[in-house]
T-cell receptor, first 114, second 110 residues
């Protein structure tokens, strides 16, 4: 049981490049999320999914796309990277719902956009 | 606009001291969670508080949810170097969708 895995762990991009951050979970959770973490800002929700085939926007969705073709995978795509997207990105998988929910976070991807 | 405000933002104390971290909001939450994050890793859930006035204890850590479910506190007794980390509170406003505070970076010096 690997929990939530993220790849790559580190990435450097040039402005305008595109890339996909991978996230996978083996806990059969329906709910998955992507966050970015910046100094002094806590974690901000980018996109989330309540199940395969269903995605929705979070607090800071601009510049990011997601898809959810399977329960296990929830990739985050940057279409045209910008320096403002330099951040640490966390994927999370949620067990339960409402007050009973528990989020499991991956180890993060540290992205630098030059 | 930060929905959840944590204070202090940074805290450096000596081993054996007590400390309290606060998480405040003008919004009411159905539940509130506390996470601890170590460098290079994702946050790990410590506790969830649900009922106004609820107090939960996890060894030397005591968590309290405000009566109005708008604020929470984390108290650590006799802090140890192993308690060092970033402590995050997160409020549940819509099912499983969480809003995070900016975090409190705690350093416990031996």
């Amino acid at each position: 049981n690997a929990g939530v895995t993220q790849t790559p762990k580190f990435q450097v991009l040039k402005t305008g490049q595109s890339m996909t951050l991978q996230c996978a979970q083996d806990m059969n959770h329906e709910y998955m999320s992507w966050y970015r973490q910046d100094p002094g800002m806590g974690l901000r929700l980018i996109h989330y999914s309540v199940g395969a085939g269903i995605t929705d926007q979070g607090e800071v969705p601009n510049g990011y796309n997601v898809s959810r073709s399977t329960t296990e995978d929830f990739p985050l795509r940057l279409l045209s990277a910008a320096p403002s997207q330099t951040s640490v990105y966390f994927c999370a998988s949620t067990r339960g719902y409402g007050a009973k929910n528990e989020q499991f976070f991956g180890p993060g991807t540290r992205l630098t956009v030059l | 606009t930060q929905l959840l405000e944590q204070s202090p933002q940074f805290l450096s104390i000596q081993e054996g001291e007590n400390l309290t971290v606060y998480c405040n909001s003008s919004s009411v939450f159905s539940s509130l969670q506390w996470y601890r994050q170590e460098p290079g890793e994702g946050p790990v859930l410590l506790v969830t508080v649900v009922t106004g006035g609820e107090v939960k204890k996890l060894k030397r850590l005591t968590f309290q949810f405000g009566d109005a479910r708008k604020d929470s506190s984390l108290h650590i007794t006799a802090a140890q170097p192993g308690d060092t980390g970033l402590y995050l509170c997160a409020g549940d406003t819509s099912g499983s969708r969480l809003t995070f505070g900016e975090g409190t970076q705690l350093t416990v010096n031996p």
